[in-house]
């Protein structure tokens, strides 16, 4: 049938121009986008899985970043480490020096820098997050993703507990000294080093008040110690009393029965006073000599009198006429004015009444009187130190403790390299699954680029060929006209 009112031959033409014209459209937008896959009607069931996929690559990327920042605070660490492990050798050098009988050196400035590398430890340890509770002495998590559930997506990196903390504490440094060994109060019964006691609490305080030797003359100090409303730990404690302490040669520790005792190569006696009776950093009234040195004691109670006292340290002499209406103060300057000289000291005794004479080295003294500063006349007996207060005890027992803080450091050194290296195993892993990931999307959403090439090509061969067409079938109808002529 021919008609002149449809024209199907044009319409047919149309549509496939239509068809065709899409389809270079879709083939334009895959070769412009790069994307096979540009909409969802493309194709919804790819566009889902490769839409996986990106979700994996995004999470994989922000997760290699995450490990690499895990890693570099690793590395932060072990720096840190390292250079603490440096200080313990130079305190294992310290105490071993201090270790030797032989050592003819002050003990106490040993002790200065042992102090001081003690308390930088913690200040580092403290830096790097590893003192105990610290910021990284914790179960450090790093989210990397790529795991079946969030648990396997996870890297733990566990420094918690005290066994990775490596503050002075932590590693029990605290207290430890080299200094000549320590002399414990006479009637004190507290234990500092008791599990989770505290000290003084409710603001109570405690004073010691030592007589002590400062410059070769005789001086009266008090240490005090402050509570709080919850009370002090037993580094707090010592801590108080070293800030006064130190500056005098002695140092404040605690023994091995965990009792408060006071060390220094320097003549001292010292007692304790103070109100609270449950929480108590001593016993009340409790006092000490320094019994690390050669010591004799006079009278418990000076009472002038005309007096000669005769004192001898090995080929070395010295004597002192006493008043009989002389002060025990004037009596002690006179006798250290005297014998300051041969390493010999005279405090006050414990009681603050009567007189303590005191040496580094075994001396005599002998008086011409009793009744005076010593109740019998002739050579007074001279005590040697006693046997808890050797003076290489403590620095034997530093060293003890130095080689358990090694051990404990090596553990967290452990910790901190094992840590790097599950995250540089966990980094190389998500790389690996973002390269496989990406991979499986592009197969999916990628645009084959040789193929829409050729597809652009027969488009717009089918686009002219269909142009060509339409135009002889929109001429057709016009050769009906001829017969409509006559």
């Known amino acids: 049938m021919i008609s002149i009112v449809t024209n199907y031959a044009s319409m047919v033409g149309n549509s496939n121009l239509q068809t065709t014209n899409n389809f270079q459209t879709q083939t334009v937008e895959a070769l412009t986008t790069g994307y096979r896959i540009n909409s969802s009607g493309d194709d919804p069931a790819g566009l889902a899985v490769a839409n996986q996929y990106r979700d994996n690559i995004s999470e994989l990327t922000q997760g290699v970043i995450n490990a690499n920042t895990g890693v570099s605070t690793l590395q932060i660490m072990d720096g840190g480490l390292s ?9 294992k050098t310290l105490a071993t020096e201090s270790a030797s009988t032989t050592f003819t050196g002050d003990r106490s400035n040993i002790n ?3 102090q001081q590398l003690v308390g930088q430890i913690t200040q580092q340890a403290t830096n790097i997050g590893l003192n105990a509770g610290g910021t990284n002495n914790v179960n450090n998590v790093v989210y990397v993703g790529g795991g079946s559930d969030n648990t396997n997506s996870e890297v733990d990196v566990d420094l918690s507990g005290t066994g990775n903390a490596v503050d002075s ?3 029990g440094l605290t207290g430890s000294t080299v200094q000549g060994g320590g002399t414990e109060l006479t009637g004190n019964s507290v234990a500092l080093n008791t599990s989770g006691a505290t000290f003084l609490s409710a603001n109570a305080s405690e004073t010691f008040k030592f007589s002590l030797i400062n410059d070769g003359a005789a001086q009266a100090v008090t240490a005090t110690v402050t509570g709080t409303t919850s009370g002090l730990s037993e580094n707090d404690v010592l801590s108080q009393l070293n800030t006064t302490l130190n500056q005098y040669g002695i140092t404040a520790q605690v023994g091995s029965d965990g009792q408060l005792q006071f060390a220094g190569s320097t003549a001292f006696t010292v007692s304790a006073a103070t109100t609270d009776t449950t929480d108590a950093v001593a016993t009340a009234a409790s006092t000490a000599s320094n019994s690390s040195l050669y010591n004799v004691q006079g009278e418990a109670t000076f009472a002038p009198q005309a007096e000669t006292l005769s004192f001898q340290n090995g080929s070395n002499t010295a004597a002192v006429t006493l008043s009989s209406t002389g002060t025990l103060a004037q009596a002690i300057t006179a006798i250290n004015n005297a014998t300051s000289s041969l390493g010999i000291y005279a405090v006050k005794n414990a009681a603050g009444t009567g007189i303590s004479f005191q040496s580094g080295s075994n ?7 009793a ?12 005590t040697a130190p006693v046997a808890s207060a050797t003076s290489t005890g403590n620095a034997t027992s530093a060293i003890t403790a130095i080689n358990n803080a090694l051990q404990q450091l090596g553990q967290a050194q452990a910790a901190v390299g094992a840590g790097e290296n599950k995250l540089q195993y966990a980094i190389n892993l998500a790389n690996s699954q973002i390269t496989n990931f990406s991979s499986a999307q592009s197969q999916i959403r990628d645009a084959d680029v040789a193929t829409e090439a050729a597809n652009l090509s027969q488009a717009q061969v089918l686009e002219q060929a269909s142009v060509a067409a339409m135009a002889q079938a929109n001429a057709a109808p016009q050769g009906l006209l001829k017969l409509l002529q006559g």
Do not use: H, P
Not at 83 to 91: F, P, V
Not at 371 to 382: E, L, M, P, R, Y
């Open 169 to 171: 504490g932590s590693l």
């Open 363 to 369: 001396f005599s003294v002998s008086t011409n009187t």
């Open 371 to 382: 009744a005076g500063v010593f109740t019998a006349t002739g050579v007074q007996t001279v």
């Open 83 to 91: 250079n603490i492990s440096t200080m313990l050798d130079r305190l």
């Open 112 to 114: 200065v820098e042992y």
